[in-house]
Every structure is written in C-alpha cells, then in structure tokens.
T-cell receptor, first 116, second 111 residues
Framework: DAEITQSPRHKITETGRQVTLACHQTWNHNNMFWYRQDLGHGLRLIHYSYGVHDTNKGEVSDGYSVSRSNTEDLPLTLESAASSQTSVYFC???????????????FGQGTRLTVV | GESVGLHLPTLSVQEGDNSIINCAYSNSASDYFIWYKQESGKGPQFIIDIRSNMDKRQGQRVTVLLNKTVKHLSLQIAATQPGDSAVYFCAENNYGQNFVFGPGTRLSVLP
C-alpha cells in the first residue's frame, strides 16, 4: 500500500547541531509539506513543495530548510537546532489533480524532536 | 490576519450520543475547509471537507456544516463510539494558500 513515512520517530539533539528529518511518500504526490505541532498552536506550516526542485516558505520557516530532488522525498533540515524547535514534526503530501493544492493532505506518523 | 479557533477545547460525550465540535474562522475569503482527526501518537487523518459554495456535507456518521454568515464550522459525529476519541482539528484555506489549523478539540467518549 502507498504510504508516507517519517524518520526518525524520536530524536534528541544538542543546541547548535544540524538535524535532518526524513519524509518519504510512495503515492507519487507532487505536493509535500512540513508542519510542526505545539500545544496551543495546532499545526503550523514550515515549508512546502509543489514538485521537484520547488520549495516555498510557510508560516514558521525561520531556522528550517528543505530540498526536493525527487518526487518521493522532502527532507527537513534544522540548520542550527534551538530549544524553541523542540516540537513534533509532521510531513504530509497531497494530490493536486483534485484541483486544490492542499486537498486531502495525508500525514506521516510524526517525529518528536527534543533540542537540549 | 487569518485565524482559526475552537469554542470548546475539550468535549466529553456518552457513547452512543451525538457529538458536535465547533470551529470559528476569521477570514471571510476562505473557500475550503477540512476536519482532521488525530489519535494519540499518530498523524492527523482526513475526515471530511467542504467548499465555501456548500453549507452542508455528509460522510459516514459525520456531517460538516458551514455557516459563512457567522464564519462558523461544525463537525457532527452521529452515535459516537469509543474509537472516536481523539483530537479534532478544523482548518481553513484561502484560494490554495496555506491551510491554517486551529489548536484542536479533544473528544472523550464515556462508556
């Protein structure tokens, strides 16, 4: 079955280190997104991509970067991890053929990142 | 700016009763709305969506109502079951721009 997977599921890192979270989907969706989830804020969009080599900043993009070298993967990099980036991170993908770029986003299981 | 909120942060219902989860949005230009369900330790799961040219849409045991006059969205779950216990998010979208999610409502189903 097609799916979207994130790795690792849990990560502890030190302040100032570079961290990369992986996201891989097998639906062949063009649209992919990264969100962070914090208590009291719901899901906030970090970066998104509409296809290979396309990347766009979301609401809370500072300190994060993404790259899209193929359809299946959208890795999220924290350039220099900060304690404020401790959060649960969700990757999602969707099918733009439905006519809405954000229609029916399918989410991964999440990565819990702790920056100490 | 855009914002999405929920009237009730927690909701407890008896098994078998109907549940109603409410959501207020502030951007009158939003044209698409989605309800997601998130179980503990899992990613959000799509439940149902509605376009702004509709005021009601039904799925299996769920109904979404949209009142554009007062910018209000609700999710109705019929015959609530223990498996419905989760956090529910509404999200709004404006002409294909970013979805804005609310903080969520926790639904607890009592035996």
């Amino acid at each position: 079955d097609a799916e979207i997977t994130q790795s690792p599921r849990h990560k502890i890192t030190e302040t100032g280190r570079q961290v990369t979270l992986a996201c891989h989907q097998t639906w062949n969706h063009n649209n992919m997104f990264w969100y962070r989830q914090d208590l009291g804020h719901g899901l906030r969009l970090i970066h998104y991509s509409y296809g290979v080599h396309d990347t766009n900043k979301g609401e809370v993009s500072d300190g994060y970067s993404v790259s899209r070298s193929n359809t299946e993967d959208l890795p999220l990099t924290l350039e220099s991890a900060a304690s404020s980036q401790t959060s649960v991170y969700f990757c999602a993908s969707s099918d733009p053929s439905k006519g809405l770029v954000f229609a029916e986003a399918f989410f991964g299981q999440g990565t819990r990142l702790t920056v100490v | 700016g855009e914002s999405v909120g929920l009237h009730l942060p927690t909701l407890s219902v008896q098994e078998g009763d109907n549940s109603i989860i409410n959501c207020a949005y502030s951007n009158s230009a939003s044209d698409y709305f989605i309800w997601y369900k998130q179980e503990s330790g899992k990613g959000p799961q799509f439940i149902i969506d509605i376009r702004s040219n509709m005021d009601k849409r039904q799925g299996q045991r769920v109904t979404v109502l949209l009142n554009k006059t007062v910018k209000h969205l609700s999710l109705q779950i019929a015959a609530t079951q223990p498996g419905d216990s989760a956090v529910y998010f509404c999200a709004e979208n404006n002409y294909g721009q970013n979805f804005v999610f609310g903080p969520g409502t926790r639904l607890s189903v009592l035996p």
